[in-house]
Nanobody
């Protein structure tokens, strides 16, 4: 599985961005996926996750109610819709996928990583 993230950019506080993560591979729709972010000098933080079935999601407390993770299996793409952006959301955002398809969502281990896309929120 190969992942390609895109959609980052510069936005003012209160604005919105939608990140995309295009996945290769015939069975990409069967993988649990997640979005992470890393700001300079800070540890990598998971912000959202979505099960392969679409039935389960996870959001970090810092983004609940503002970010939405979704997927379009026909396009082999996972999205992260980010609304009401804040300067503290500034980071490199990365997408990741589970090691095996159709795995349990609880306790999943990310194995495949895409390159990051920069999100900068100005105040």
């Amino acid at each position: 599985v190969q992942l390609q993230a895109s959609g980052g950019g510069l936005v003012q506080a209160g604005g919105s961005l939608r990140l995309s993560c295009a996945g290769s591979g015939r069975f990409f729709s069967g993988y649990n996926v997640g979005w992470f972010r890393q700001a300079p000098g800070k540890e990598r933080e998971q912000v959202a996750a979505l099960s392969w079935s679409g039935d389960s999601t996870y959001y970090a407390d810092s983004v609940k109610g503002r970010f939405t993770i979704s997927r379009d299996n026909a396009k082999n793409t996972v999205y992260l819709q980010m609304n009401s952006l804040k300067p503290e959301d500034t980071a490199v955002y990365l997408c990741a996928a589970d090691k095996y398809p159709n795995s349990d969502f609880v306790g999943l281990t990310y194995y495949y990583w895409g390159q990051g896309t920069q999100v900068t929120v100005s105040s």
